[in-house]
């Protein structure tokens, strides 16, 4: 409402400036089909880029971006209705103005929103959570994050009668919110009495959970917000918690997944981007093929290495040398770990800045990659994590990527404790793979090649 607030006041004041206030009325009538085509392109892209979620992790830099993301969608849209029908949808002066004044009125508008509206009482969000043991705990933390967006704050944990009664002597609060003992049948009246607009479960022994159904079910139909252990953690955390999955979770996720209708969509994509970022980044390859061969004249340039892809097929990954030639003739295949001494100094800056990838944009051309995906991991390593992570082959249902939600929100790992934790991420992403998504974590791989690892929740 706010985006569209800012760009028809842009529109009306667009015109004012380069026609006068009489001809407003107008021009807008009569340039009707080009305001529709550019309200709703940029409401389009901003959506697309995931400038309207709810639960926002507030980043000038990603409010710039996507604010360029969606002017520039627009203008490529613009641009092919005008050419197609031989005439300026809107007149080249009118559509700068406009731009112009949005963009002053949108970016200062959002500015105030994520930093002060959005922090303020005013929205608070009143929440409460079902539980007192570990997980409760740890959604607390979760929700009352300072990068979650409006603020939360927990009012009270309830206890249903899994804690002790020891544990009841010991204290009537946690971290400030106080824990209110209930019966089943007294929660709705507590609940309604706290006056909160969320409801979180977090109870640790969740067999228990089916007995909260018929309660949670009319305070959810009575207004306030249910949200289970799981789509806590998916909806606040971005991850696919291990020890909340079951065979049942996964099917039902496959069934729900759009990835069958959108393969080929997908792909036609992945093809796009891969040609055009070829083109653009040629020059800067050339340089770094350069680069890397003066560095140590004796090696060769690439580095190919046998990766499992999709279903598990074995196909040859494409990179820039980042290590030393024989890195692995005495160790066979190990983790690269930071600091890694094998790795040299070129290959360390191109690591950092990700420049080493570039040259799968080749695997995406063959249809071994995607632009967006699981990161393939090496045979051996799979073999491995199968063994010792349950669902780790579920990655394997999906194309690997150059980049992924994993590599967003989650720092560089070496041990199978942070395979496990990104396999979290991983089946987030294949759960909820989109579009919109693909684009967020693209946008987002972009903020972290120029400024660094992104804050996580």
């Not at 709703?40 to 697309?48: D, K, P, S």
């Not at 607390?140 to 944990?157: D, G, M, N, R, S």
């Not at 999709?310 to 980042?322: A, E, Q, V």
């Not at 560089?412 to 404790?417: F, L």
Request: aromatic share 10%.
């Amino acid at each position: 409402m706010m985006d569209l607030a800012c760009l028809v006041i842009g529109g009306v004041l667009g015109v004012a400036l380069r026609f006068g206030g009489d001809e407003i009325v107008e021009y807008v009538f009569r340039n009707l089909d080009g305001w529709l085509l550019l309200f709703g392109c940029v409401i389009l892209a901003n959506y697309l880029a995931g400038s309207y979620r709810i639960q926002y992790t507030f980043s000038r830099f990603n409010l710039l971006v996507t604010w360029a993301f969606s002017l520039v969608f627009a203008l490529l849209i613009i641009s092919i209705f005008s050419y197609t029908w031989f005439h300026m949808v809107l007149g080249r002066g009118v559509l700068a103005l406009t731009i112009g004044i949005y963009s002053f009125l949108s970016l200062g508008l959002k500015l105030l929103v994520y930093r002060s509206l959005f922090r303020s009482d005013l929205l608070l969000c009143r929440t409460v959570i079902i539980g007192t043991g570990e997980r409760a705990q740890a959604v607390q933390k979760t929700l009352e994050h300072a990068y979650v967006l409006p603020v939360h704050k927990v009012i009270a944990f309830i206890d249903i009668g899994q804690r002790s009664d020891e544990e009841r002597r010991s204290g009537g609060f946690i971290d400030g919110a106080a824990i209110v003992t209930s019966s089943l049948e007294g929660l709705n009246e507590i609940i309604r009495s706290l006056g909160v607009a969320l409801i979180v479960v977090g109870l640790e022994d969740l067999s228990t959970v089916p007995r909260l159904y018929p309660h949670l079910k009319r305070l959810r139909f009575e207004g306030a917000e249910v949200v289970m252990p799981l789509d806590m953690a998916e909806i606040y955390s971005g991850k696919t918690p291990l020890d909340l999955i079951n065979e049942e979770e996964m099917m039902h996720a496959t069934l729900e997944c759009r990835l069958p209708a959108g393969r080929r969509l997908k792909r036609f994509v992945d093809v796009a981007i891969a040609i055009v970022a070829l083109i653009l980044l040629a020059p800067v390859m050339l340089l770094v093929a350069m680069v890397v061969r003066l560095s140590e004249p004796t090696g060769p340039v690439f580095y190919c290495q046998q990766r499992v892809g999709l279903f598990g097929r074995l196909f040859s990954i494409m990179k820039f040398r980042t290590m030393r030639v024989d890195a692995e003739s005495e160790s066979g295949a190990v983790w690269a770990m930071k600091g890694d001494p094998r790795i040299t100094p070129v290959g360390r800056f191109l690591r950092m800045t990700r420049l080493d990838e570039l040259p799968q944009i080749f695997n995406v051309l063959r249809g071994e990659m995607s632009i967006v995906g699981p990161r393939p991991e090496r045979p051996e390593f799979v073999e491995q994590l199968s063994k010792e992570i349950s669902w780790y082959e579920e990655r394997e249902n999906v194309l690997p990527g150059i980049t992924g939600w994993a590599q967003i929100r989650y720092p560089y790992g070496s041990s199978v404790e942070d395979s496990r934790r990104k396999l979290e991420y991983d089946l987030f992403y294949m759960k909820h793979m989109s579009m919109s998504l693909d684009l967020q974590i693209i946008l987002r791989t972009l903020r972290i090649v120029l400024l660094g690892m992104e804050r996580t929740l």
